[in-house]
């Protein structure tokens, strides 16, 4: 499983786990946009993420020159670190250097998406389950904007659980579908070229 990088030292694979709900009501929601993230990546790839391991769905690619799995745990959002701390055991990832977590974030609007290197899950259950599982919050996060374009005047009243379980709309899965894209291009970057990189090219307003 492990490969010599070009310094000599033997590197095992790169973790890209998507957070989401399994099942075909939670497909569209807003909820399980790191799903979505996973299924374009592996569509940019020509592959599919259906390799049943570690209570979760897998696939093996190459990002960037790196060997890399591509995850979906299958225990539901509440219980996201179940599956990714078997991951890790599986395929002997180091958490600090190897692994990225993609989730949606209801406090960036859709049509955005941020990188983080550190935090707390700020209400996010899969986000509080990935970080009971690795006993830190420093670990790396790809968070997708679902939240709605609010105007001002609705001061800081956001959605809440029947939004993010709800099936998006037709105009909403547009925009989210431009963003998976721009994930994608993320992804590898924090692959090939580390985290700071990425941050610096992404984060940024626009």
Not at 16 to 43: C, K, S
Request: net charge neutral.
């Amino acid at each position: 499983m492990e490969e010599s990088s070009d310094s000599g030292v033997r590197t095992g694979p790169f973790l890209v786990v998507g957070l989401g709900n399994p099942g075909l009501e939670y497909l569209w929601t807003p909820h399980n946009a790191g799903f979505m993230a996973i299924d374009r990546i592996a569509q940019q790839e020509g592959i599919v993420v259906q390799n049943r391991r570690c209570r979760a769905v897998t696939a093996t690619c190459r990002l960037a020159g790196r060997e890399t799995i591509l995850a979906k745990p299958e225990t539901f959002m509440n219980l996201s670190g179940l599956s990714l701390a078997a991951l890790i055991r599986e395929f002997e990832v180091d958490p600090a250097k190897d692994l990225l977590v993609i989730y949606d974030e209801l406090d960036l609007v859709l049509g955005t998406f941020k990188i983080r290197e550190r935090g707390s899950p700020a209400g996010h259950n899969g986000a509080r389950s990935v970080t009971g599982a690795l006993g830190s919050q420093e670990w790396l996060r790809l968070r997708i904007g679902v939240g709605p374009d609010l105007p001002p005047e609705a001061g800081s009243k956001r959605p809440g659980r029947d939004y993010l379980l709800s099936p998006m709309r037709k105009a909403d899965l547009v925009k989210l579908d431009e963003v998976l894209d721009k994930v994608a291009t993320a992804t590898r970057r924090i692959i090939g070229e580390g985290p700071g990189p990425a941050m610096n090219e992404f984060n940024r307003r626009e």
